[in-house]
């Protein structure tokens, strides 16, 4: 058993977040996949052709009952079928199985009685917990903090392990700047430089010091590159950006990742520019291996080197398996293409037995790093599969992060918190009582009964439980028989509403693409109906992606954008609903005013026809039914204080070349709650050789301030975090004029301006 402490910090508070670009690989690590192993090389030599795609193809875990299918078309194999193909070498490894006895029985089949005795790994979908759930990760990106993140995936990778997992596929890396896309809500939002910081506090999280305890586990960078730039936010569609916006935007937080130590990498499913990741070279060796000197894995996506066909990009499976193979993909997930056709490409000379050998050897010294072939049975003591499922301290951390993970968007007259005793509760809509879509989206493993509802929650807190009247009110997307009118009788009859509202659990994640991003109508017709019943109302909102709210919604009194939180939902919504915690939590993406203006994301270009006045309308950048601003921007989030910004101040007028530079601004509480701030540090390039955006990101601090109180708070610039990638796709800054701001989110602040100079 370990002890899992939650007040353990990876980060200093109000530590400037540039300080974790710095590379962090361990020597050690590094060491164990660069340095010529002559173990490893003598395993290789000694491999059949076949043994060798054997280690390059994993499948899906059918054989333990715990498995939930998430992926489609996995077809079913027995336990005796699966460990015969275990016996003849035909497998590295199965995912989305758990449980310690079944992998140890399997682990043993390897070990044992195949030729080579080369140990399994066995990986699972681990994105936001195992049993005990967090909040999804665009969720927790809205806690802007890298020790949160940090400490959630460190606790998911106590769990993992206990139940026998050796791997992760997370986390998920990619910029996402379209909410049609279902797969937001795997990631960190539409930030670069807050995608950075994230992948690197989950990769470390994940993996640990030390690769080889059986406590870490292997992290995934996923998916390589550009997914969340699919046209139209639609799943699996094509990608065609300029190769600039791909250095810019997309591959920035895999470097990140990378350079924290991460072993494993996963293609994606889209064509860039017409060229499928799983085969684009440039990608998976030139990028990767060639220029970021990547020595890990690469793995598949389900299915998707087989998908080459259907994109029309390969002939057939044999070709498929050739083109995945030559651009730099090792691993096959699922398709079983690389077992059928690898060892006749070689022996034809279609593929170089150099290129399967150098594959092999990435995958073996992964499993190397892991300390499998020192202890196959890492990863399963039964003992650990009891006493750290679950802990006490886990749960304890999911109630945490999922309060610091709800940002406030409205208050109008400050009507939260709401008092514990008094007043009369009407919680009405489809998420109230409900527990099956606690978890959210990618919840392969969640002990669904024992999380917390709503109700659940707010019973715990309000001192005459039956005070708390619930009607559900309508479906997600279908009405109720008389369910608006026994919502509205409950409305009557409170002092105050609280509407659980947004999306099932199914309407977000993979293949949940929307084209429009609004509440269903049943929804939208429920909450106007309360709102017209003239009691305060407010709106909770679950979702997994940024919402476009309209008509009552918009105009509700109190307004918590609470994402999937996870096991603790109910607690850690009536933490903040109650007010015996401050929201804290800001946007990570944009909320727009409707669905049409997708993509949208704060920190795009500047036209050359921008709307400056907004009573000029005419020949302008902009739709004809709404402003170009957010409804609720980047960054933004209100606490239960208010919060006043003093001028963006800056050190000197000019920043020489190789000099750095002083930003600073007062932050003062002047309400009457202590509060947390999030200070945000942007700069905009007012001249440059490329278009450059109208703000971007350079740095936060997350600050505590009582009732009352100020403090200075100080950034600094330098050169670096004022280049830009240039179309020799090389980052350069350029002499000029820059403005610079610390705001509260991405349209606020007071700008200040300075000079780079030659």
């Given at each position: ?256 990742g990378l350079d924290a130590g991460c072993l494993s990498v996963m293609s994606s ?267 305060p109302t407010v709106l909770l909102l679950r979702h997994g992606r940024a919402l ?179 179309p020799d796709l090389k980052p350069a800054a350029e002499p000029g004029a820059f ?20």
């Amino acid at each position: 058993m370990t002890a899992f402490t939650p007040s353990r910090r990876f980060f200093l508070r109000g530590a400037v977040a540039t300080a974790v670009f710095l590379p962090v690989v361990a020597p050690g690590l590094a060491k164990a996949v660069a340095a010529p192993d002559p173990f490893i090389e003598k395993l290789i030599a000694s491999l059949s052709l076949e043994e060798k795609a054997g280690q390059l193809s994993l499948y899906a875990d059918l054989t333990r009952p715990d498995f939930g299918n998430v992926n489609p078309a996995a077809v079913a194999q027995t336990k005796d079928e699966v460990k015969a193909r275990i016996r003849r070498g035909e497998i590295t490894g199965l995912f989305n199985g758990i449980g310690v006895a079944g992998a140890r029985e399997l682990q043993k089949v390897a070990v044992e009685e195949s030729p080579h005795k080369i140990p399994l790994i066995f990986a699972a979908d681990i994105i936001h917990g195992l049993r005990t759930t967090f909040p999804v990760p665009l969720g927790e990106a809205a806690a802007w903090d890298a020790d949160l993140a940090y400490r959630t995936a460190r606790a998911a990778a106590i769990e993992a392990t206990a139940v026998g997992l050796h791997w992760t596929f997370a986390p998920m890396v990619d910029i996402a700047r379209d909410q049609r896309w279902g797969r937001v809500v795997e990631g960190a939002g539409e930030d670069t430089y807050l995608g950075n910081v994230l992948a690197v506090a989950r990769v470390k999280g994940f993996q640990g010091n030390d690769l080889k305890d059986g406590r870490n586990m292997l992290a995934c960078l996923k998916h390589f590159a550009a997914y969340g730039a699919v046209q139209g936010g639609m799943e699996y569609n094509t990608v065609d950006i300029p190769e600039t916006t791909l250095w810019e935007t997309h591959l920035p937080p895999f470097k990140a990742g990378l350079d924290a130590g991460c072993l494993s990498v996963m293609s994606s499913f889209n064509d860039i520019s017409g060229v499928p990741a799983t085969a684009n070279r440039h990608l998976l060796t030139e990028i990767l291996r060639e220029q970021w000197g990547f020595r890990g894995l690469v793995v598949s996506d389900y299915t998707s080197e087989e998908e080459l066909i259907l994109h029309g990009y390969a002939a057939d499976g044999r070709d498929a398996t050739k083109k995945a193979i030559m651009a730099g993909c090792d691993m096959s997930m699922q398709s079983g293409l690389y077992f059928k056709h690898l060892p006749s490409l070689v022996k034809d000379g279609e593929v170089p037995q150099a290129v399967l050998d150098e594959a092999v050897r990435r995958v073996l010294r992964v499993k190397k790093a892991l300390g499998l072939f020192d202890n196959p049975y890492r990863s399963m003591d039964a003992k650990r599969e009891k006493a750290d499922v679950r802990s006490d301290g886990i749960v304890a951390l999911s109630r945490e992060a999922g309060r610091r993970s709800i940002v406030l968007l409205r208050n109008e007259g400050n009507l939260l918190p709401l008092a514990k005793t008094g007043k009369k509760i009407a919680l009405i809509g489809p998420l109230g009582a409900d527990r099956h879509n606690l978890p959210g989206p990618w919840s392969v493993f969640p002990d669904r009964a024992k999380g917390v509802t709503i109700e659940e929650g707010l019973r715990a807190v309000v001192k005459d439980p039956a005070a708390i009247t619930v009607v559900k009110g309508v479906d997600f997307e279908a009405a109720i028989p008389g369910g608006i009118d026994a919502a509205v009788a409950a409305a009557k009859a409170s002092d105050i509403v609280v509407l659980a509202m947004g999306e099932a659990e199914n309407m977000s994640g993979e293949a949940q693409a929307r084209t429009d991003i609004s509440l269903p109508a049943p929804q939208l017709a429920l909450i106007e109906a309360v709102k017209a019943t003239g009691k305060p109302t407010v709106l909770l909102l679950r979702h997994g992606r940024a919402l476009a709210l309209t008509g009552g919604a918009r105009e509700a009194d109190a307004i918590l954008a609470t994402w999937f939180l996870g096991s603790e939902t109910g607690n850690a919504i009536a933490d903040i609903l109650f007010g015996d915690y401050a929201p804290s939590g800001r946007l990570p993406v944009s909320f727009p005013q409707a669905s049409g203006q997708q993509p949208y994301y704060y920190n795009h270009r500047i036209t050359g026809r921008p709307q400056i006045d907004p009573k000029v309308k005419e020949y302008k950048a902009r739709y004809r039914e709404v402003t170009n601003e957010a409804l609720y921007p980047f960054g933004y989030g209100l606490t239960y204080s208010t919060i006043e910004y003093g001028p963006t101040m800056v050190s000197a007028p000019e920043l020489g070349w190789d000099a750095t530079l002083t930003i600073s601004a007062e932050i003062v509480n002047t309400g009457p709650r202590d509060a947390d701030e999030v200070v945000q540090l942007y700069i905009h390039d007012k001249v440059a050789s490329l278009v450059q955006p109208i703000r971007q990101l350079k740095g936060f601090k997350r600050i505590s301030l009582k009732a009352g109180e100020r403090k200075r708070v100080e950034f600094t610039l330098s050169r670096a975090d004022l280049a830009f990638v240039h179309p020799d796709l090389k980052p350069a800054a350029e002499p000029g004029a820059f403005n610079v701001w610390l705001a509260p989110s991405a349209v606020g602040g007071t700008p200040a301006e300075f000079t780079l100079k030659a």
